[in-house]
């Protein structure tokens, strides 16, 4: 059979090695999302096509993690297929609920339109017909509940009433319950948090701040202006100190939305959370800001601007303890619920969507985005097919961006809605792969510090 290198795939410059067996390079595969560290020589092989002279060992590797692959092989069908598979027989069902349209904070540069709107208790029983009807189509294994949307807390009767039946659902159908919250934190309370992990089924917590003080201030302020970041923080820090968080170690995550303004706040913000020992307790985030329905975007950094502040966080974060995780991307067969069949969100006004973008922003409000209303729409009858659920097909037939792009595999195009706005949904990775590859390569030698999952990741010569 013949092999030619495998288009998804990417090699750094060559690096010194200190083994004294002279220099290696990282090759990454992004049809597998694995990496391994390969000699000089065997570069040079790859490069001119040489791979006859490719000892048995080497060429199996390489078979393995895809870095070489038949020559008449369509790749791009490959990678779209096996994405299409994984959606088929996805075995979990995902359901993001948004108990409350109301908000606290007046961040600038949000596009939802909050109100006081809640969901009426009138629809629970519709709720639960609706996701009753998907386990009726299908025979899911696991029912994963996500608050989200406006401020879910303020929405806190929702959450305390609707669980104990969605817990019923699931288990009627033998499937498992779990939950995840993303919250402002302003209400995360200690007792609020125990609350969500012992009675309500939440096993991951999402909080933003975007910066430290001064920059979080002057973005994520309550409605009135009033400053918020020291509250979150001292919720942060009740709550991190908790036994039962120590216990338990569930999942809190801080997500730092990023623009040109604040920019100068992430350093500051990584350096304040290791200062008060939070830097194995939590993860870290940064995220670029992107469109809400709103010129939001405009303010943004370049991509390639954020891509290369980017690696300085990520060494700031290794220097100090954080578990530096996601260096090497792993593959990312399913970008959203858009693109799924069945996963779908529901907002205090009953409307179902199958993107969590739209809610409550009034530029979406007659757009093909809204699936239907519980109110008036039996649950089997919702709108079907549904917008983006040929995502997929579309990369793979209309040789757009993503269709050409080495990192697909490992991106999957990121969000559908933004490329069908014309605003680029290309990823940082896609602009410093190669340094991440490089910060893996140094970690793994004792360099910095990382994790075991990354050690595990970079670690074969061949």
Same mark, same amino acid.
């Given at each position: 059979?013949?092999?030619?290198?495998?288009?998804?795939?990417?090699?750094?410059?060559?690096?010194?090695?200190?083994?004294?067996?002279?220099?290696?390079?990282?090759?990454?595969?992004?049809?597998?999302?694995?990496?391994?560290?390969?000699?000089?020589?065997?570069?040079?092989?790859? +490069?001119?096509?040489?791979?006859?002279?490719?000892?048995?060992?080497?060429?199996?590797?390489?078979?393995?993690?895809?870095?070489?692959?038949?020559?008449?092989?369509?790749?791009?069908?490959?990678?779209?297929?096996?994405?299409?598979? +994984?959606?088929?027989?996805?075995?979990?069902?995902?359901?993001?609920?948004?108990?409350?349209?109301?908000?606290?904070?007046?961040?600038?540069?949000?596009?939802?339109?909050?109100?006081?709107?809640?969901?009426?208790?009138?629809?629970?029983?519709?709720?639960?017909?609706?996701?009753?009807?998907?386990?009726?189509?299908?025979?899911?294994?696991?029912?994963?509940?996500?608050?989200?949307?406006?401020?879910?807390?303020?929405?806190?009767?929702?959450?305390?009433?609707?669980?104990?039946?969605?817990?019923?659902?699931?288990?009627?159908?033998?499937?498992?319950?779990?939950?995840?919250?993303?919250?402002?934190?302003?209400?995360?309370?200690?007792?609020?948090?125990?609350?969500?992990?012992?009675?309500?089924?939440?096993?991951?917590?999402?909080?933003?701040?975007?910066?430290?003080?001064?920059?979080?201030?002057?973005?994520?302020?309550?409605?009135?202006?009033?400053?918020?970041?020291?509250?979150?923080?001292?919720?942060?820090?009740?709550?991190?100190?908790?036994?039962?968080?120590?216990?338990?170690?569930?999942?809190?995550?801080?997500?730092?939305?990023?623009?040109?303004?604040?920019?100068?706040?992430?350093?500051?913000?990584?350096?304040?959370?290791?200062?008060?020992?939070?830097?194995?307790?939590?993860?870290?985030?940064?995220?670029?800001?992107?469109?809400?329905?709103?010129?939001?975007?405009?303010?943004?950094?370049?991509?390639?601007?954020?891509?290369?502040?980017?690696?300085?966080?990520?060494?700031?974060?290794?220097?100090?303890?954080?578990?530096?995780?996601?260096?090497?991307?792993?593959?990312?067969?399913?970008?959203?619920?858009?693109?799924?069949?069945?996963?779908?969100?529901?907002?205090?006004?009953?409307?179902?969507?199958?993107?969590?973008?739209?809610?409550?922003?009034?530029?979406? +409000?007659?757009?093909?985005?809204?699936?239907?209303?519980?109110?008036?729409?039996?649950?089997?009858?919702?709108?079907?097919?549904?917008?983006?659920?040929?995502?997929?097909?579309?990369?793979?037939?209309?040789?757009?961006?993503?269709?050409?792009?080495?990192?697909?595999?490992?991106?999957?195009?990121?969000?559908?809605?933004?490329?069908?706005?014309?605003?680029?949904?290309?990823?940082?990775?896609?602009?410093?792969?190669?340094?991440?590859?490089?910060?893996?390569?140094?970690?793994?030698?004792?360099?910095?510090?990382?994790?075991?999952?990354?050690?595990?990741?970079?670690?074969?010569?061949?």
């Amino acid at each position: 059979m013949r092999f030619i290198r495998s288009y998804y795939s990417l090699v750094t410059d060559s690096l010194g090695n200190s083994s004294g067996e002279g220099p290696v390079r990282v090759l990454y595969s992004t049809r597998t999302g694995k990496a391994v560290t390969i000699k000089e020589s065997l570069h040079k092989k790859m +490069e001119s096509g040489d791979f006859d002279d490719i000892g048995p060992a080497d060429l199996q590797r390489l078979l393995e993690i895809e870095a070489i692959v038949p020559a008449d092989e369509n790749e791009l069908e490959t990678v779209i297929n096996r994405n299409l598979s +994984e959606l088929e027989d996805s075995d979990t069902l995902s359901f993001i609920i948004q108990p409350t349209a109301n908000c606290q904070l007046g961040c600038d540069y949000c596009g939802q339109l909050h109100t006081k709107k809640q969901i009426d208790p009138s629809f629970y029983s519709n709720i639960l017909a609706r996701i009753e009807e998907k386990f009726k189509i299908q025979k899911y294994k696991n029912l994963r509940i996500s608050w989200f949307g406006s401020e879910p807390l303020m929405g806190w009767r929702n959450i305390q009433e609707l669980t104990p039946l969605l817990r019923s659902l699931a288990a009627r159908h033998q499937a498992s319950y779990g939950a995840a919250i993303v919250t402002n934190g302003l209400s995360l309370k200690p007792g609020i948090f125990e609350s969500l992990v012992n009675e309500f089924g939440i096993d991951a917590i999402e909080i933003t701040l975007d910066g430290s003080a001064f920059w979080h201030d002057k973005r994520r302020h309550t409605k009135e202006g009033g400053a918020t970041f020291d509250l979150i923080f001292r919720n942060l820090l009740e709550i991190c100190a908790l036994d039962s968080f120590a216990g338990r170690r569930i999942p809190i995550s801080i997500r730092c939305n990023v623009d040109a303004r604040n920019q100068e706040g992430v350093l500051p913000l990584i350096r304040q959370l290791a200062a008060h020992g939070l830097q194995r307790r939590i993860s870290f985030y940064p995220c670029p800001i992107h469109s809400w329905g709103n010129d939001a975007h405009t303010l943004s950094l370049t991509k390639e601007a954020y891509a290369d502040l980017e690696i300085g966080w990520i060494i700031e974060m290794a220097a100090l303890g954080f578990p530096v995780t996601g260096l090497i991307p792993g593959l990312k067969k399913s970008v959203c619920i858009a693109v799924t069949k069945d996963a779908e969100v529901i907002d205090a006004n009953g409307n179902i969507f199958n993107c969590t973008e739209v809610p409550y922003v009034p530029v979406y +409000e007659n757009s093909g985005y809204v699936l239907g209303n519980l109110r008036d729409t039996p649950p089997a009858g919702i709108s079907n097919p549904r917008v983006f659920q040929d995502w997929n097909t579309k990369v793979l037939t209309d040789n757009n961006t993503c269709s050409t792009c080495r990192m697909l595999p490992v991106c999957g195009g990121m969000c559908p809605k933004s490329w069908e706005e014309n605003l680029p949904a290309c990823p940082s990775n896609k602009f410093n792969i190669k340094d991440k590859l490089v910060l893996a390569y140094l970690y793994t030698r004792g360099m910095l510090t990382t994790t075991e999952e990354e050690s595990i990741l970079v670690n074969q010569e061949i």
